[in-house]
């Protein structure tokens, strides 16, 4: 559970990230200030959380590790490879689902534009 929620805050906030920087590159010269100012600063706590979040994920990485070995005492060599397997395959797939969901949410968006502009 921690897993997940670790890497949804890590894929949200890099997003969010993202988002500010391409607002601050298109930013035109006539932008007011107060407005750059503002986007710098969400930038800066932006990557400050990101920061943290990356902490966060190290240590649940490190409590993955503890729990793994206290699981392979007790788990037979083949359930043990299934349950590495799982936690492996389970913070990929969270983020390919993240993808997914923004590739739709992206593809909505175009889709209601087209339809306003006919």
């Known amino acids: 559970g921690d897993l997940d929620k670790v890497v949804n805050l890590l894929l ?32 800066r706590l932006l990557v400050a959380q990101l920061e943290d979040a990356k902490e966060l994920k190290e240590h649940v990485g490190r409590r993955e590790e503890a729990v793994g070995a206290m699981v392979a005492r007790y ?35 175009q889709l209601r534009c087209l339809r306003e502009s006919l």
Do not use: C, N, W
């Open 75 to 109: 788990l037979p060599a083949e359930h043990l490879q299934d349950y590495q397997h799982f936690v492996k395959m389970k913070s990929a797939l969270i983020t390919e689902q993240r993808e997914l969901e923004e590739k739709i949410k992206l593809g909505q968006e």
């Open 12 to 43: 949200s906030l890099s997003g969010r990230l993202a988002r500010v920087e391409t607002a601050l590159s298109s930013l035109g010269p006539h932008t007011p200030a107060e407005d750059k100012v503002a986007l710098r600063e969400k930038q």
